[in-house]
């Protein structure tokens, strides 16, 4: 049985990092599906961007600067949605940042500035959001890992994070599963977006180049699109996925091990 419009209406769903890329195509995709959806990134201008695009196609939508790795802002962030959207009960954990290099030249400030991203970032904003959801006897989280979490050379701190990100889901999926929280992890593959052609920058290819020689590596024979990531959101934050909690989703066109 599918949600009904009104009951999808009432739903109001955050989205870090969501000012472009993979991000974007989520909060357009859910305020599709009828959520209300809070668009999060540092550059709440482009934020704004895609707020607009979602009303002008007839949906709700507000844009809020959160730096994810400051807990102040996190909480700032939260009281702005709940004043202005409602509660949410819906989180997607997407923002994210790479400092790409080799282990030895890796400094901390590199270590640090993504791992904060990633994973102090979805902690502080799942703790920020796990009340609503667990008032309302009903919440979906949506964590961001990626293929890296299988390790991937020159990305020590960024496959280290989104290897944590599964095992904060899994556990996630544990505590909140008896409040009627759901929680579940999306790994893409390589998808089409401003940070993969930051990566075929860094090793020196043109993205053209970059995405022919990936695409070539890949089982159905292409790259990713965000919309790709989107779809598999939209079906986690569905009530057709209620009995699916603690799992990692590889979305790589192909398998993963």
Sequence with gaps: MTTSTSTTMNRIAIVTGAARGIGASIARRLASDGLAVAVTDLDESACQGVVDEIEAAGGRGLAVRVDVSDEEAVQDGVEQIVAHLGEPTVLVNNAGIIRDNL??????????????????????????????????????????????????????????????????????????????????????????????????????????????????????????????????????VSERAGFVSGQVLYVAGGPQT
């Design 103 to 236: 282990l030895f030249r890796m400094t901390v400030e590199e270590w640090d500035a993504v791992t904060n991203v990633h994973l102090r970032g979805s902690f502080l904003m799942a703790r920020a959001a796990q009340g609503f959801m667990t008032q309302a006897g009903w919440g979906r989280i949506v964590n961001l890992s990626s293929t890296s979490a299988l390790g991937n050379r020159g990305q020590a701190n960024y496959s280290a994070a989104k290897a944590g990100i599964q095992g904060f889901t899994k556990t996630l999926a544990l505590e909140l599963g008896k409040f009627g929280v759901t929680a579940n992890a999306i790994a893409p593959g390589f998808i089409e977006t401003d940070m993969t052609a930051a990566t075929a920058a860094r090793i020196g290819m043109s993205f053209e180049d970059f995405k022919t020689a990936a695409a070539q590596e890949i089982p159905v024979g292409r790259v990713g699109q965000p919309d790709d990531i989107a779809n598999a959101v939209s079906f986690f």
